[in-house]
């Protein structure tokens, strides 16, 4: 006969072997549920901050990213559109093209390379023509101290119509492409090439009553109607880069909007994380946070899995 002692260690044990079997059961379902459901990032970045290759590999598979593309940094250079040197690097100390490229290199069936360059210095359409004949499907991220409308940026416009690839653009005011106001001419000029948006002047501007261009991460609510929300509706060559804490700012700083907005462009907001820390969940993580908020916002499962992975398979062809 079972004592007393027994029969409560056994019963304890057999709990916990529920647990345990519960646990296995939670575990196959999340794998099964990341095998189902892929997740293209479109900007990370090599080297970022500091981060090392293994950092990178694990933090994205902990965000349960499927597919990446790695945006390089220009070359180092000391002149007007790098800010004296101070945004070499991207302002944050990520590598080059050839630091991408060998990544995507190892690890063929989750990373791409994108390509990119200085737009001023003399080389440029040269060392971007290099990457993009390698395979490069997008070129960026472009985030320098030049007008948008440039010569030196048409001249890269025109090399990403002629490979027919994206071109990312960091947009921040004072600081990295001038002039948002008058791209809508270089969407007209350039019809057949895709433009994402990104950053802090391209999300604040989702709201129509956005007038101090100083402030970068507006709160609160949302018009409809500010010129990033035109320029979404009006130009089927503009997409949005849902990426950093701009993009995280927008989703969350007017839910009920973010709803509408995520259901009016469903078809050209793209998911990507551009975020430095070595973890790939909890607070420290924005792009896993971002993840989050699209997967809360979006108005149906379709729309979630369109920006979180569709639109990008689609636009970059994968
Ligand atoms: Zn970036
Ligand atoms: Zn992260």
């Known amino acids: ?106 690890y063929p069936d989750s990373y791409l390379f994108g390509s990119n360059e200085v737009p001023d210095l003399q080389d440029a359409v040269k060392e971007i023509e290099k990457y993009l004949k390698l395979g490069a499907p997008i070129i960026g991220e472009l985030k320098f101290g030049v007008q948008c409308d440039s010569p030196e940026m048409q001249k890269i416009f025109q090399l990403a119509q002629e490979y027919d690839v994206p071109v990312l653009m960091h947009w921040q005011y004072t600081m990295y492409n001038h002039d948002f106001d008058r791209f809508y001419k270089m969407l007209e000029k350039y019809p ?34 500010g010129l990033t929300d035109r320029l979404l509706a009006d130009y089927p060559n503009m997409y949005a880069d849902m990426s950093a804490g701009s993009g995280l700012n927008a989703l969350l700083r007017d839910e009920a909007h973010s709803r509408e907005f995520l259901a009016r462009h469903q078809d050209k907001i793209l998911y990507g994380s551009d975020c430095l820390d070595a973890e790939g969940h909890g607070p420290t993580c924005q792009g896993a946070q971002t993840i989050a908020a699209i997967r809360k916002l979006a108005p149906t499962k379709e729309i979630e899995r369109k920006v979180l992975y569709e639109n990008a398979k689609k636009l970059f062809k994968l």
């Open 192 to 225: 057949r090439v895709n433009f994402i948006g990104h950053a802090q002047t391209w999300w604040a501007n989702i709201d129509k009553e956005h007038k101090d261009q100083n402030i970068l991460y507006p709160k609160g609510k949302v018009t409809p109607g």
């Open 1 to 106: 006969m079972m004592n007393k002692t027994n029969a409560v260690s056994r019963r304890k044990f057999l709990t916990g072997t529920g647990m345990l079997v519960a646990g296995l059961a939670l575990n196959l379902r999340a794998e099964k549920l990341s095998v189902q459901e892929p997740i293209i990032d479109i900007h990370q970045h090599t080297d970022y901050m500091g981060r090392t290759n293994e950092q990178l590999v694990a933090h994205q598979k902990a965000m349960g990213v499927t597919t990446t593309i790695l945006l390089p940094a220009g070359t180092p250079a000391f002149g007007m559109s790098t800010h004296q040197g101070k945004s070499n690097g991207l302002q944050a100390k990520c590598s080059g093209n050839e630091a991408c490229y060998a990544l995507a290199k190892q």
